[in-house]
């Protein structure tokens, strides 16, 4: 690859897909396979965008902004977004699921539909899923800050760490008697 912009994990994770330019003149969305390794062109051609298309990985695939229209891996017209989605201020795709964040409510978007779980009602701006897709990482707190861990599986959640009495530092409350 002569330029990379953007990488994703494929759902199985045995691949990147990666948006960029190949040394061939080629942009557009590449796949690095990690038992071969070897990049192929999924969705390239040659005079296509150099730093590759805006895409987003879905639970299996992805979509792509082609122009003002959003494709998927097969290149047929797509929506990468599902239905209900207002005041999502926060996405997390993982493997298994899309999951989007509107105030205190956790939403999983899956093909078998919705449901939705609260978060603490505390929460800040600030969401990442762990890249195996079992954990989501979340910030609360209004005086001191928290990280709490959400367990994806059976939908637990933990407080990870609090503010100590010095601002920089935190400490794990995991495992505490």
Known sequence: MAHIERVHWRHDGQALYLGGSDGKGRGGIFEYEFATKRTQPLIAEIGG???????????????????????????Q???PFP?????????????????????DQLIRFSPEGQRQYKLPGNRQPGASISPDGITIAITAGRESQEIWSLDLGGFRAARVSKRAAAPARFRTVIGEP
């Open 77 to 79: 017209p797509a929506n």
């Open 49 to 75: 965008p150099p730093k590759g298309y805006e895409f987003y990985p879905q639970a299996k695939g992805f979509v792509y902004l082609d122009g003002d229209a959003y494709r998927d891996e097969k290149r």
């Open 83 to 103: 239905a209900n989605i207002e005041a999502i201020t926060e996405w997390l795709p993982s493997p298994k699921a899309l999951f989007g964040i509107r105030g």
